[in-house]
């Protein structure tokens, strides 16, 4: 009988509030399954087979997608999140700007 590899576990956050890009969420989704929308300080946890993953976000202007590779038994905790750049400086003069969407990778504490 052959065993199954271990699942591996993604968390995908948001930090609390901290001012900018608070009020707008982020809606998340994994290999085109719509997983949460998250606002600030929430957080959805999925048990995923080991492999290659395409974790997509999207704050209702932008989108933002990576490509995840989870090993068994890994787990792996991405943060969301609302940020300005550029483009939200040079319009905010106009009264608004994009939030561009940050997912980044969070430091094992191991």
Do not use: C
């Not at 009020?23 to 946890?45: F, H, M, N, Q």
């Not at 999207?58 to 989870?70: E, G, P």
């Amino acid at each position: 009988m052959t065993s199954q590899p271990a699942p591996a576990l993604l968390i995908v956050r948001r930090p609390p509030p901290s001012g900018l890009g608070d009020p707008y969420p982020i809606t998340v989704w994994l290999d085109g399954e719509r997983l949460a929308v998250l606002l600030p300080g929430d957080s959805v946890t999925r048990e995923v087979t080991p492999g290659q993953h395409r974790l997509k976000a999207y704050n209702t202007l932008l989108r933002k997608t990576v490509q995840l590779d989870l090993a068994p038994g890994e787990e792996l905790t991405i943060v969301a999140s609302n940020r300005a750049g550029f483009g939200t400086m040079l319009f905010a003069m106009l009264g608004v700007g994009p939030l561009y969407i940050g997912l980044e990778r969070e430091a094992s504490a191991r």
